[in-house]
């Protein structure tokens, strides 16, 4: 073959790998939020009520009051869809993102999707977390690999993670037994959440009204290539509440690292829409290009 040829045939390939890659890891997503949706169809949906939320510690009944779960059914899955930026270090700019997930409460499970674009070059990622074993891979234009976390560390940090989705956006999860309580004074606790063999803690931080305005954990690992991991304090404050869907909650959180000589803010996530004990995978479009199609095939199981 010619030298044109040649570069032609580069070319397409090239072209094939940048659409094909993407469209491995929508896959996967897809694949475990079907498999996570039929799994939990056959749940009953019970309606929270005083008599559940006994146990826990005064300020954090007055939260799920404040959010507005009792009287509404326990959360067996959630959807969620945010607005926000990105970056990997603070002299870095930051990427605007969009991201969607599905949580469920019955496996403690966590599906999570994030397309970004930094200088116009689009950058995709996927975080699985279940049964207990988590995986983060991140790619720049479908080709290159920026992360790609597994093991203790990846498992034990989106424990807290799956954790902190909970706490903000779905209250009524705070039931769960799995949950060990200490209050520390009005508007503080410690919590311990135990998913199978991982056990993790973190401090909530309340204000009088009921509002959980900050979360900080120290079992969490910063990486930016998934290969080398370091243990920071945590911290998710709020930055404002909102009325969304009947429910009170958070509308945005900052996500911060407090380093030894800075608190690195890396990422702010605004909350866009939030489903409760979803059916169905649903469509998100994004500006920068991106869908998830779901056919009516896919919607009966098959992948």
């Known amino acids: 073959m010619n030298a044109p040829g040649m570069q032609l045939k580069k070319k397409y390939k090239s072209i094939i790998i940048y659409l094909y890659t993407p469209l491995i890891m929508k896959k996967i997503y897809k694949k475990a939020v079907l498999e996570a949706l039929e799994r939990s169809k056959g749940q009953v949906n019970e309606i929270l009520t005083e008599a559940d939320i006994q146990h826990l510690p005064a300020i ?81 234009f479908g080709l290159f690999t ?55 803690g973190a401090t909530l931080f309340f204000n009088e009204k009921g509002q959980l305005v900050d ?20 911290s998710t404050p709020v930055t404002g509440y909102c009325d969304i869907n009947d429910y009170r909650l958070p509308s945005g959180a900052k996500l911060i690292y407090k380093h030894p000589d800075e608190d690195f803010c890396y990422g702010e996530f605004n909350l866009v829409n939030i489903e409760y004990n979803c059916k169905e995978l649903k469509l998100i479009t994004t500006s920068y290009g991106w869908q998830m199609q779901l056919t009516h095939s896919e919607s009966s199981g098959a992948h």
Request: hydrophobic share 40%; aromatic share 12%.
């Open 215 to 234: 979360f900080i954990s120290n079992d969490r690992f910063e990486t930016v290539d998934g290969k080398t991991y370091m243990n920071y304090p945590w």
């Open 60 to 140: 954090v009944k007055k939260y799920l009051q404040y959010s507005g779960a009792i009287g509404k059914e326990k959360v067996v899955n959630f959807r969620a869809e945010f607005a926000g930026k990105i970056r990997s270090s603070s002299k870095d700019e930051f990427m605007p993102l969009k991201s969607v997930q599905y949580n469920f409460t019955d496996k403690p499970t966590r599906l999570f999707y994030i397309v970004a674009r930094k200088r116009g070059i689009p950058a995709k990622g996927i975080h699985i977390y279940k049964d207990q074993t988590a995986i983060m891979l991140i790619k720049i």
């Open 146 to 200: 920026v992360a790609d976390a597994k093991g203790k560390e990846m498992n034990q940090g989106e424990t807290v993670t799956l954790f902190n989705d909970m706490c903000f956006m779905a209250p009524a999860s705070l039931i769960d037994r799995n949950i060990e309580w200490h209050e520390i004074d009005s508007v503080s606790v410690n919590a311990k959440f135990t998913n199978g063999n991982i056990t993790i």
